[in-house]
C-alpha cells in the first residue's frame, strides 16, 4: 500500500469556553506513515463519537490539554482493518474502541479494540457501536444500576436528557418500571422525549423557572436524580427530590464552558432528607455489570424496546462545526461523525 | 404536693443570625400545675443537653419555628421522678429522653424515656445520658459506621472536632485504627483534641488557607471527611479527599447563622474522583445499630477508651447565654447545662 492522505481533527489550544474552530482545534491533511510494523494495524475510520469529556481532555480552565499541539483527538470510533500485520484483526474485520479523530488510523496497541463479529449483517446501526454500545450506554447503564439503584414504581428525572447519556437512562427507567422525567434545551427535543422516546413528562429548562417545571411534572416529588449538567438544574433538583432520594453525578455540562464556577447553594437539603450524591468515572464498575450493560443495551436496541436518536454529521472535515454544536446544545440526539461507509 | 414554682427557657421570636438571650429566647418562671392525671410523672431535671439542632427547631430563614411564643424549648434531659402517677417510672427512678429546658417537667407521655438502672453508681457520669450516650453520641456512631464506612489504615477528617458529635467520631475512628485528623476554632481545642482525645492531628481552622492546613496534616489526601459544618471547609475537604473517598453530611454550624447561603463550587470533584456524599437525620438507623452504639460507646467511656469534655454551664438561668455561646464556638467541648444534683 503507498502512503495514505489522510485528514485529521487535532488539537491547537486549550478552550476557556467553547472550542472553537481554527482557534482550539481544526482540520489538518497530512500524508500518513502506513509502513506496518509487527503487531499493527491501519484502520479506515467509519462513525466517530463526539462527547462533552473532549472539552475535558483539550484542557481548560484548570486542567491542561491531554493532547499535544497539532496532536489529532481521539474518540470512540467504529472502523475496518484496511491492513493487518496482526492476526486478532484480519484486513476487513470491523472494529470499535479508542481511535483517532480522523479517516485512517495506524494502529500500534489494539488491546482495547473488540471486533463486531456481525457487522455486515448487523441488526443495528453501526454507528450504535460509538454511542449506545459504547462509553455513553455502559455510563447510563452501569451508573443508573449500581449508583442510582432504580425500583419499579419510582420517579427518575434526568437532565440533558436527549443527549447520548439521557436517552438511555430514561428508557432503561422505563423499562424497569419508573416514572421518567426529563428535561432538554429545546422544544423539538422535549416533544421527542414525550413522543418518540415515550417519557412520562419532559420540559425545556431554558423556559421558565426550573423548580416550578420539575414540580409540575412531579407533583409527588422524585426519587433518582440523573445529573448531567450540575448548576442551577441540580440545585432545582435538590428541592424536589423526597426523602433517601439519590443523585447520579455523572457530568455538569453546564458548567464546562463557563470561566466562572456555579455554587450549589441549598447541599444542607442533602441532610434534612437523608440525600445520597455520588459521582463516578464510566470505567469503574465491575466486568459483570459491562457484561450486563452490553448484552441487554444490544437487545433492547435490536428489539425496539430503546430507541437511539444519533445527530450524524457527515464528513470529517465538518468534525469542529460539530463538536462546538454540541456544547451549543444544537445537536438533536447523540452526536455522530460518518466519516465512511463500510 | 404543692403547686412548684419552675424556671423554663422560653421561646420568645426565631433567630435569623444568633440567638440573643431576651430577644429570641429567655428565663421565665413559672407555677407548675403538678397535680398529675393518671400515667403523668413530674420530674427534675439534672442535666440537659445543648444541641445546635435548637437553632432549626426555633425557625429562622426559611423554616418556621416548632415552638409557640412563651413556650419552653426542649432537648436531652436526664431527670429524677419525683411524683408518678405511672408504675413504668416510681418515684426515684433516674430517667433520660426528650424533656423541657426546665428545672421541672410535668411529663404527660413517657414514651421515649428510659430509665438509668445504675444511676446511683454510675461508672460514667451522669450528664454522658445528654450527649455521648444521647443524640450526640447516636448521630456519630451510626452515621460513622452506617455512611462513613471507616476501615483501619484510612484517614478521617472531622470538623467542628471537639463538639458533642466530632470528640465521639475521632475517637471512635482511632479505635477502629484510622489516622485521625480534627479541626476546631481556637487553639486550646486543638491542643486538647491532639494531647488529650489522641487525634494524629488537629488545626485550628480560622488560622490560614483550609485547604492548605489540610493538606500539611493529611499529606497523602483523606478517605472520609466527617462534616459538621459545611461551606468552605466542605470545599476544603473536596479537594483533599482521595478518589472513593465518602462524605457524611452530619451538620453545617457555619451556615445556621448566615442569613445568606454558601454556594459550594466544586462538586464536580465528586465525579473526577468518584466521591460519594450522603446525609441523614440521626432516627433513621436500625434499632440493631442503635443497641450497637449504646453497649459500645458506654463501655468505651466506662473503660476510658473514649474521653468525653463537657463544657457544663451551672444554673438553669444561664441557659440562654450558654447557647449563644455554643453557636459562637465559645463551649470548650460537648454543651451542658447542669440544673441540679441526684
Ligand atoms: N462520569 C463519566 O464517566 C461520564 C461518562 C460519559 C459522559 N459523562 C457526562 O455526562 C453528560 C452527558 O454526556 P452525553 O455524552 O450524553 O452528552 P450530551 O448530553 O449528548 O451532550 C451535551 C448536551 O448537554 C446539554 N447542555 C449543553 N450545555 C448545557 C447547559 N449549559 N445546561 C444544560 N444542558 C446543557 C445540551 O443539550 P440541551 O439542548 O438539552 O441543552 C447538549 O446537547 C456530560 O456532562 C458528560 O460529560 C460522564
Ligand atoms: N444529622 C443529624 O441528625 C444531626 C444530629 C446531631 C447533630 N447534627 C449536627 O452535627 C453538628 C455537630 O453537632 P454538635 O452537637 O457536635 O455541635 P457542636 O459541634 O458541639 O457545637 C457547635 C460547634 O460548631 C462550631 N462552629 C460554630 N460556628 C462555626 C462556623 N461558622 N464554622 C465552623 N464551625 C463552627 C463551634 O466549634 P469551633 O470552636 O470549633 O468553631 C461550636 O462549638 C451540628 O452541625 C449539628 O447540627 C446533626
Known amino acids: 500500500m503507498v502512503n495514505l492522505n489522510n485528514k485529521s481533527v487535532v488539537f491547537l489550544e486549550s478552550p476557556k469556553e467553547y472550542p472553537i ?88 496497541t489494539s488491546n482495547d479494540l473488540k471486533i463486531i463479529e456481525d457487522a455486515r449483517e448487523s441488526k443495528v446501526p453501526l454507528s450504535s457501536y460509538v454511542g449506545a454500545l459504547n462509553l ?89 436524580y440523573y445529573d448531567n449538567v450540575g448548576g442551577e438544574t441540580l440545585e432545582a433538583a435538590l428541592e424536589v427530590l423526597n426523602r433517601f432520594g439519590r443523585v447520579v453525578l455523572c457530568g455538569m455540562s453546564s458548567i464546562y464552558n463557563r470561566t466562572t464556577p456555579y455554587g ?23 466486568d459483570e455489570l459491562e457484561e450486563r450493560f452490553f448484552k441487554d443495551v444490544k437487545s433492547w436496541l435490536e428489539n425496539g424496546d430503546i430507541i437511539y436518536k444519533e445527530d450524524i454529521t457527515e464528513g470529517l472535515e465538518n468534525t469542529p462545526e460539530a463538536i462546538l454544536g454540541m456544547f451549543q446544545g444544537k445537536t438533536f440526539g447523540k452526536a455522530v461523525v460518518k466519516v465512511a461507509d463500510l
Open 264 to 286: 450549589i447553594k441549598n447541599i444542607i437539603l442533602a441532610i434534612l432528607k437523608s440525600l445520597k450524591l455520588e459521582g463516578f468515572v464510566a470505567n469503574q464498575f465491575s
Open 21 to 108: 474552530p481554527g482557534v482550539h482545534l481544526k482540520v489538518e491533511s497530512k500524508m500518513l506513515d502506513d509502513e506496518l510494523n509487527e503487531g499493527e494495524l491501519l484502520t479506515r475510520n467509519l462513525y466517530i463519537s463526539l462527547d462533552p469529556y473532549l472539552k475535558t481532555k483539550m484542557g481548560g480552565v484548570g486542567h491542561p490539554s491531554i493532547y499535544k499541539v497539532g496532536q489529532a483527538l481521539d474518540s470512540y470510533v467504529v472502523s475496518e482493518v484496511i491492513a493487518s500485520k496482526n492476526d486478532k484483526f484480519p484486513v476487513g474485520a470491523v472494529v470499535f474502541g479508542n481511535l483517532g479523530i480522523e479517516e485512517y488510523t495506524r494502529v500500534r
Open 136 to 224: 455513553a450506554g455502559r455510563t447510563a447503564y452501569c451508573s443508573l444500576i449500581d449508583i442510582g439503584k432504580p425500583k419499579a414504581g419510582e420517579t427518575i428525572y434526568v437532565s440533558a436528557a436527549f443527549g447520548g447519556v439521557g436517552q438511555i437512562v430514561g428508557q432503561i427507567s422505563k423499562i424497569l418500571g419508573l416514572r421518567v422525567i426529563g428535561s432538554a434545551g429545546s422544544d423539538e427535543k422535549v416533544d421527542y422525549l414525550v413522543k418518540t422516546l415515550k417519557f412520562d413528562a419532559a420540559f425545556n429548562y431554558k423556559k421558565g423557572n426550573i423548580v416550578e417545571s420539575l414540580r409540575s411534572a412531579a407533583p409527588e416529588g422524585i426519587n433518582i
